[in-house]
């Protein structure tokens, strides 16, 4: 969810995914694995933010335990709040694709500005968490016009409990970046999640 535009779609992807641990509902499950982690760009040919490159490894990889990533993105214009997101996410079943309703915040949802999702997780005067800031990379708006690349880096995915209708399944998650009514930029992330 990390480098800019293209990478702040990601990132807004992954603060939904952050905050499940939040949610009310009693109902949960351990998450014990994601295998099968693809992604695609799925703006037009004009959008102004893509992701060049995103490696992750190793597939499957356990929760929790060590995960290794690398990323590279660009923007042409400048992202500043208010960006509005729009997340649709699909659970495969019985060989179609089902669209997961919009639950305590979690599935397919609109989120007003992207800005304010991340600054709740990183509140504005804390400094980027790592490794981002040994980088020098945005955590928060505004994202400067240009090009951002996260080395391979290891991270460390913590214990994550996700309400129970939300597991053991293939997903598509999109997310799609937008102001002023225009298409900034569009992610989709395709993954399998296995829980105990």
Known sequence: MVLLSALSITIGLLAVLTEVRFCSSTLRKKVTKIQ??????????DVPAVLKSLTVSPDPI???GPLTASASGSTSVELSAPLPLNITLEKKV????VKVP???ELGSCHY???CDVLNQLIPPGQDCPEPLHTYGLPCRCP??????????TQFYLPHMDLPHWLTN???????VLGKDGKELGCLKLFL???SA
Do not use: T
């Open 36 to 45: 099968g982690f693809d992604w695609k760009n799925c703006g037009g040919p």
């Open 62 to 64: 356990a929760i929790p």
């Open 94 to 97: 019985a060989g179609f694709w």
């Open 102 to 104: 919009c639950v305590e």
């Open 112 to 114: 007003r500005d992207a």
């Open 143 to 152: 994202f400067k016009d240009g090009s951002y690349s996260l080395p391979q």
């Open 169 to 175: 399944g293939d997903y598509r998650v999109q997310g």
């Open 192 to 194: 399998s999640v296995h």
